[in-house]
């Protein structure tokens, strides 16, 4: 089994029109928790948000047919929107194209990016199943490879006890240069592109690397062999 991770970005900047209400609120999305497609060709999906759930509320006004339904639960920092909508054409050839391939999609799904118009997808599967869901996404989307390797379920067991947030914090400094040598950033830059203070970058950080050495004392080092300059694209057998 090959696993790869990739970003994709709409041409309009966005996947479905809706989403545009939501980013003039000042509504910002963070996550896809799980989206599933019913017969009807309605999509149920679990997305993680940041944004006074009046707001979000607000964003709902007038939706028209596109929405069917949802629901808000409060996490804290965040909020768990439960979304039942009509998709976009877009969304739905996505999907179309992972059903199409035995692939399986692993969950979280993150927004990143500029105003996180990007979302960055993980899948698994064999190669030539990987190849083509990505030649055929090529086709509809910008696609920008990060990572490719064979998969090993064990290489996550040391990220599995973090929260959605730690995830966040670890991967914006690990971009940001804060574990190059010499670092890069300060927990004050770090904390204004996260939108918090730099004590609690500080706070998040700590708490990362403590739960990371103790899951690697404890398992080991159980990272899998990658081939990060193999695009599963190209035909080919696996090196």
Do not use: W
Not at 45 to 52: A, D, H, K, L, P
Not at 154 to 160: D, I, L, M
């Amino acid at each position: 089994m090959r696993y790869v991770t990739y970003v994709i970005t709409p041409d309009r900047g966005y996947f479905d029109p809706g989403a545009e209400r939501f980013r003039e609120l000042g509504i910002t999305f963070e996550s896809i928790q799980d989206i599933d497609q019913l017969d009807d060709g309605t999509i149920i999906t679990q997305m993680v948000i940041r944004g006074e759930p009046a707001t979000v509320r607000r964003a709902f006004e007038n939706a028209g047919p596109v929405l069917v339904d949802y629901q808000l639960t409060d996490a804290g920092e965040t909020t768990i929107l439960q979304l039942h909508y009509r998709p976009s054409d877009l969304t739905r050839k996505l999907l179309a194209i992972h059903r199409r391939h035995a692939v399986l999609l692993e969950y979280p799904l993150e927004y990143t990016g500029p105003e996180k118009r990007r979302l960055r997808v993980a899948e698994i599967g064999r190669e030539e199943s990987l190849r083509r869901v990505i030649e055929e996404t090529k086709a509809i989307v910008d696609v920008e490879i990060e990572r490719l390797g064979n998969y090993d379920p064990s290489e996550e067991r040391a990220f599995a006890n973090l929260t959605d947030r730690q995830r966040e914090v670890l991967r914006v400094a690990i971009e940001a240069g804060y574990y190059e040598e010499p670092r890069q950033v300060t927990y004050e830059e770090i904390a204004a592109r996260l939108d918090c203070c730099a004590g609690t970058v500080g706070q998040h950080l700590r708490r990362i690397e403590a739960r990371l050495m103790s899951t690697l004392a404890i398992g080991g080092d159980r990272h899998p062999k990658t081939d990060p300059e193999r695009d599963p694209t190209r035909t080919g057998p696996s090196r």
